[in-house]
């Protein structure tokens, strides 16, 4: 039988700075930014012991040092987890039968054919911690979905199935945002529906969730409540569809031509970025974290150009929305590209932005 396994490195980041310092093991470990709290950063990660402080991803690194006054806090060292990574995905891909999706460093879908998941998942978690010394999560499912899920329910180093046979005993009183892809704005949108619980999604009337947010995504949100459809497990390289770079200043910007300055300059990397590519530009981002911490993000489609004048031109309009009076403590800048001719037909997975 066919089975989708959604494998999570378990508190990645930290596991692998734990291995580069294996004093560090039992300590609360946070990551993020250059290390030091009293530069503007996020966290990037946190050790289960980091956690326990109710130190989580993407909170502001000061504020996580409060949190964790003992916690060792690490810089962010990405050619070193993008190595661990690339060894973890290379064990996947070597284990019998595999068809493998990496989702990103620590996570990726492995499509397999098995009459005993449970087991194949248990020796698959002992061949990433042969080869790597990292410790790996396995949800088992008859969707994407559903694997993806369950992870969530085997962590740490365990492993959970969740099939159509018990979808609607451990989701269906789960709220809305505990669905994959659904977020808090989306579970708001779906709670004015009176929408609250994963049963309630999957039941509702199909003209209620299009008429709220359309053809496409209102029928995707309700299969979502149902546990999604899809079993394929795509291999075909990942093509980036667009690139981005945004930086954290350590002090907010208020003039504003030196904001359209520093925006100009991130789109400047980008555009080097996306030249590497060899493809048109047919969108824009722009993001604007305002002090002390109200982000906002303007988007805008352009007909499809390489011409670099041409897209500074269409940034700047971009640009000119940032409000004038308002302190600007981060930017970042996005170019959409167009995906080659093989990408076009569905088969390459792509992913968003920021």
Excluded at 234 to 256: F, K, M
Aim: proline share 6%.
């Amino acid at each position: 039988m066919h089975w989708v396994l959604h494998v999570d490195l378990d508190q990645f980041i930290a596991a692998v700075e734990v291995l580069r310092r294996p004093e560090l093991a039992g300590l609360p470990v946070i990551v993020g930014g250059r290390g030091d709290p009293g530069e503007r950063a996020v966290v990037s990660t946190a050790s289960y012991e980091a956690r326990a402080f109710g130190v989580g991803s993407g909170m502001p690194l000061r504020i996580a040092a409060r949190k964790a006054p003992e916690a060792v806090i690490l810089p962010v060292d990405a050619p070193a987890y993008l190595e661990a990574s690339a060894e973890v995905m290379a064990e996947l891909r070597a284990q019998p039968g595999a068809v493998v999706q990496v989702l990103g460093w620590d996570e990726a879908f492995v499509g397999v054919d098995t009459d005993s998941p449970e087991a194949y998942a248990r020796r698959l978690q002992q061949a990433v911690l042969a080869r790597t010394r990292l410790h790996c999560s396995v949800g088992i499912g008859d969707t994407l979905v559903r694997a993806k899920i369950a992870t969530g329910f085997g962590k740490p180093r365990g492993v959970f199935r969740l099939t159509a046979a018990n979808w609607d005993a451990v989701m269906g009183e789960h709220a809305v945002v505990d669905l994959w892809g659904v977020g808090p704005k989306v579970s708001k949108r779906l709670l004015a529906l009176g929408i609250r619980t994963v049963a309630e999604l999957a039941a509702a009337p199909a003209d209620a969730l299009t008429a709220e947010f359309g053809p496409r995504m209102g029928l995707w949100y309700r299969e979502l409540g149902q546990g999604g459809s899809s079993a394929v497990v795509d291999d075909t390289p990942w093509v980036p569809r667009g690139h981005s770079r945004e930086t954290t200043y350590q002090t907010d910007l208020a003039d504003p031509a030196e904001i359209e300055r520093a925006a100009l300059a991130l789109l400047d990397q980008v555009l080097d970025d996306v030249a590497e590519d060899g493809r048109g530009v047919i969108g824009l981002g722009l993001k604007v974290r305002y002090a002390p911490f109200t982000t906002k993000t303007f988007t805008k489609r352009i007909p499809e150009t390489a011409d670099r004048a041409v897209i500074v031109e269409r940034a700047r309009e971009l640009i000119a929305r940032i409000a004038p009076d308002r302190a600007v403590r981060l930017l970042g800048v996005r170019a959409e590209m167009t995906l080659p001719e093989d990408a076009r037909d569905g088969r390459t997975p792509t992913r968003g932005a920021w």
